[in-house]
């Protein structure tokens, strides 16, 4: 994670680059894993194809065998329904990784040259998105870098029909006229995204821009011109979020703190959440290491700086993750947020680490732990599923959407999901709480309101006495949505501002004034509200 960012998981089980997710939120889509081409994908297919006998012996190429392999996968999944109306889609959008040059791209940007010739011109158009950099000695903008990679580009066999150029402040008009010139594009066709005040303001910001219609006459799409119904929930929600006064700070409680991306749809659930209950949110990342009193004794700097986080925090998040480094201190955490009734989620192992906390400090089995950590411990309160096979790592987790059953209607997480009996969210583990202690920690107050459809696994963990203290097996990161926020990140933002209990009584239904503010310019604010519910869930 610390290298490429987080894992996304799709509803299929597959395992996938955070981009992906990006996309699922932004256009409120499902995905599979045959969205995402890889490299090592294109040589299995073709590679297997061969050991059939598809080529007849002949001698397999990277041109044409792996190029024209490349083709036929995006044909094939253009054609597949990627939202809930079931109709083929008129637009397929592929991104097209890394830089101009990189040798990893070279049988990608091949396949696609040949491909702008097959779809022909009106079917195909080629977006390059460059960096224009401004040093901040000189605030000169530096046209060069694209420049050279649309050169380069060209070189390859494509030509740019948009440059997309990012930058930290907006283009001046001498600075478009020269990458037009430069790059044989008219200046219509240089488009500018620069530095804003939220990422919902892209959208807009292209909008503006004129995207929409360059596309309409380019491609010939069928798209009214008058505004459109989802472009102004866009508007609504990034005025509101430039309006947000109020604050709720929660500490994220992690192994991966140093980079965001190991925590990109954790930090976007809550941010979802924040806005919906019409709060600024303030992370603060806190190393779970430096919680430990290891750390006192090396580093009792960092020590009591994470600590005095901790304790600032409104609401405390222990997100997923695997090995043992800084479990103490994820521990310590959950200990410290039960005891003080702070508003507390922890998702997958952080769900698993409240278990453990609980057992050892409530139950009183000192040594309790997981397998994963202490595989000889006397109490095994979080142990391996069966599938896992401990001998190989590749393979063996426990992925992709599974439906949970609530066990109750008694239940915090049951009313914020709509108070349906059931739950369907994406998982990725290899362990689980043993449920053979079930029975041990529900008389001790700590109950599991979920579980799947056997009832083997625990999916949900709620404390009695207590706020919100919420353990969860899944990532309901990964459903959240910017106008459609994940339940249990929206319970533990209502929770952590103050807000849960009036927001149940009400029925789960938040007011006109926490949704959308009169100020906003929504002539009809309670039509607005309906649409701001959880994922759908589906009954069939």
């Known amino acids: 994670p610390c290298a490429t960012g987080e894992v996304f998981v799709l509803d299929d089980g597959g395992e996938v680059d955070l981009d ?4 699922e939120r932004f256009l409120d889509i499902r995905l599979t894993k045959d969205n995402n081409l890889t490299t090592g994908k294109i040589y299995q297919y073709v590679i297997n194809k061969e050991r059939k006998g598809d080529y007849l012996g002949k001698t397999v190429q990277v041109v044409p065998h792996i190029t024209d392999a490349i083709q036929e996968w995006v044909m094939r999944q253009a054609r597949i329904p990627v939202d809930e109306d079931g109709i083929e889609p008129q637009v397929c959008v592929i991104e097209l990784g890394g830089t101009v040059g990189d040798i990893e791209s070279m049988p990608f940007i091949e396949a696609f040259r040949q491909f702008q010739f097959k779809a022909k011109r009106e079917n195909f158009c080629n977006i390059h998105v460059s960096l224009v950099p401004q040093p901040s000695s000189t605030g000169e903008q530096k046209t060069k870098p694209t420049q050279n990679s649309v050169r380069e580009l060209r070189g390859l066999g494509l030509s740019p029909d948009l440059i997309v150029c990012r930058c930290s402040t907006p283009l001046d008009t001498s600075v478009k006229e020269k990458i037009s010139m430069f790059c044989h594009v008219e200046p219509e066709q240089v488009i500018c995204v620069h530095d804003v005040s939220s990422i919902y303001r892209v959208p807009l910001l292209l909008e503006e821009q004129g995207v929409v219609d360059y596309f309409r006459h380019r491609l010939d799409l069928p798209i009214e011109r008058q505004p459109r119904r989802m472009l102004m929930k866009w508007k609504e929600m990034a005025d509101r979020y430039d309006r947000l006064l109020e604050t709720c700070s ?10 965001s991306d190991s925590y990109a749809s954790v930090i976007k659930a809550l941010e979802h959440s924040a806005l ?26 960092r020590y009591h700086e994470a600590w005095q986080k901790l304790c600032g925090a409104d609401g405390v998040l222990v997100p997923g ?40 400090n409530v139950l009183g089995w000192q040594d309790a732990n997981s397998t994963e950590f202490d595989p000889k411990t006397a109490h095994p309160v979080v142990i391996d599923m069966p599938e896992h096979n401990p001998g190989q790592m590749g393979g063996t987790m426990r992925l992709g959407k599974r439906r949970t059953l609530f066990q109750t209607k008694n239940s915090i997480m049951r009313k914020l999901y709509g108070d349906h009996d059931f739950l369907e969210e994406r998982h990725r ?3 689980e709480v043993n449920p053979e202690l079930k029975k041990c920690f529900e008389e001790q107050g700590l109950k599991f309101v979920g579980q799947d459809e056997e009832g083997e696994r625990m999916e949900v963990v709620e404390l009695e ?24 990140y929206f319970g533990l933002l209502l929770a ?6 009036h927001y149940l009584q009400k029925g789960c239904r938040l007011s006109p004034r926490d949704t959308y503010s009169d100020r906003s310019g929504s002539s009809s604010p309670d039509l607005e509200i309906t649409e701001l519910k959880f994922p759908s869930v589906n009954h069939d």
């Not at 480094?325 to 922890?346: C, D, M, N, V, Y």
């Not at 952590?496 to 209990?501: F, K, N, P």
């Open 250 to 259: 929660i500490a994220l409680v992690g192994k991966y703190t140093k980079f």
């Open 321 to 360: 993750g695997f090995g043992v480094r800084g479990t103490e201190g994820k521990i310590q955490a959950i200990s410290w947020a039960r005891k003080q009734k702070k508003p507390f989620l922890g998702v997958c192992l952080g769900m698993q680490l409240a278990v453990v906390e609980f057992a050892r």
């Open 20 to 23: 992906l997710g990006n996309y």
């Open 496 to 501: 952590s501002a103050g807000r849960l209990t």
């Open 465 to 488: 006495e207590h706020p919100f203290f919420v353990g969860v097996q899944y990532h309901p990161e990964f459903l959240s949505r910017p106008i459609k926020p994940s339940p249990p």
């Open 276 to 301: 919906a209950i019409n709060h600024k949110l303030d992370i603060k990342y806190i190393d779970s290491a430096d919680l430990e009193p290891d750390t006192l004794q090396e580093e009792p700097v």
């Open 429 to 431: 583990h290899r362990f």
